[in-house]
């Protein structure tokens, strides 16, 4: 999974807590991406980061929230305002320039319970 | 917002046939990439071709272009049972995100 790390593999949640998702990534790539996959579903862009202390919503950001305080790490909270949070997430990382190959973490498999 | 729209959703063949995936996008691209992902784990990229280019190979991979359709193909030759897995395109603009299709499910029977 070539240098990207994410934890816990599995995580279970009860209704109303926030939970935080763990990304860490020794590539020394500047952007870092998280991606929310549904059973037999596509992957869908939550938010993404191209340079430290700078994010961007994607498509589904509502009941999400990031920080980029350091170049390899990119956590991602889940709060309580996400309604249908069991889901399968990815995070993803890529080096600056004209190459968009993106290179991804193992996931993280969310249950809410 | 999905770009991508693949084909079949679903597909099943023999060890040694050959496997073909289409995608379809809406909007112009910089490129286009494949990925595929084995079951419960992250996605591995295959191949990227550029817009500017009809056709690449890499090893048992061949990918086409054609932009003037908004589509490309992914053939898989020789299938072998390790190749069974999901097989995603995903498009790429000037906006540093990529635009994943909602993926084909591929399964190669020994």
């Known amino acids: 999974d070539g240098g990207i790390t994410q934890s816990p593999k599995y995580l279970f949640r009860k209704e109303g807590q926030n939970v935080t998702l763990s990304c860490e990534q020794n590539l020394n790539h500047d952007a870092m991406y998280w991606y929310r996959q549904d059973p037999g579903q596509g992957l869908r862009l939550i938010y993404y980061?191209?340079?430290?202390?700078?994010?961007q919503k994607g498509d589904i950001a509502e009941g999400y929230s990031v920080s980029r305080e350091k170049k390899e790490s990119f956590p991602l909270t889940v709060t309580s305002a996400q309604k249908n949070p069991t889901a399968f997430y990815l995070c993803?990382?890529?080096?600056?320039?004209?190459?968009?190959?993106?290179?991804f973490g193992p996931g993280t498999r969310l249950t809410v319970l | 917002s999905q770009q991508g729209e693949e084909d079949p959703q679903a597909l099943s063949i023999q060890e040694g046939e050959n496997a073909t995936m289409n995608c379809s996008y809406k909007t112009s691209i910089n490129n286009l990439q494949w990925y595929r992902q084995n079951s419960g784990r992250g996605l591995v990229h295959l191949i990227l071709i550029r817009s500017n280019e009809r056709e690449k190979h890499s090893g048992r991979l061949r990918v086409t272009l054609d932009t003037s359709k908004k589509s490309s193909s992914l053939l898989i030759t020789a299938s072998r049972a390790a190749d069974t897995a999901s097989y995603f395109c995903?498009?790429?603009?000037?906006?540093?995100?990529?635009?994943f299709g909602q993926g084909t499910t591929l399964q190669v029977k020994p």
């Open positions: 995903a498009t790429a603009g000037n906006t540093g995100k990529l635009i």
């Open positions: 993803a990382s890529r080096t600056s320039g004209s190459i968009d190959t993106q290179y």
């Open positions: 980061s191209q340079i430290v202390n700078d994010f």
